[in-house]
């Protein structure tokens, strides 16, 4: 199982972007999905949580600025980023809990990380 995060850039006060997080290889579902970021000299914050539900929570600092969704026809989740501010300039990464085979083919629910994108919000 690999998990893909893209999406990030450079943009504008103001501006947007969206992110995905694609989940690949022998899945048979895909769980908790979380958002993370780290600027540098913070510590990682987790930004977004979606669940196997459709439940989603939101740091206070993006609430009703970003929106966690998720597509599970093709394995992915996505992090739409509208109003975007300086502040919210840092490297973005998802973690999720996937329920898949492992290379001896057993079935279980492991944790991945994606490598992480960077998201530059000029001012």
């Known amino acids: 199982v690999q998990l893909q995060a893209s999406g990030g850039g450079l943009v504008q006060a103001g501006g947007s972007l969206r992110l995905s997080c694609v989940a690949s290889g022998r899945i048979y579902s895909i769980n908790t999905v979380n958002w993370y970021r780290q600027a540098p000299g913070k510590q990682r914050e987790l930004v977004a949580t979606i669940t196997s539900g459709g439940t989603t929570t939101y740091v206070d600092s993006v609430k009703g600025r970003f929106t966690i969704s998720r597509d599970n026809a093709r394995n992915t989740v996505y992090l739409q980023m509208d109003d975007l501010k300086p502040e919210d300039t840092a490297v973005y990464s998802c973690?999720?809990?996937?329920?898949?085979?492992?290379?001896?083919?057993?079935?279980?629910?492991?944790?991945?990380w994606g490598q992480g994108t960077q998201v530059t919000v000029s001012s």
């Open positions: 973690y999720a809990y996937i329920t898949g085979l492992d290379n001896a083919g057993l079935v279980g629910v492991r944790t991945y």
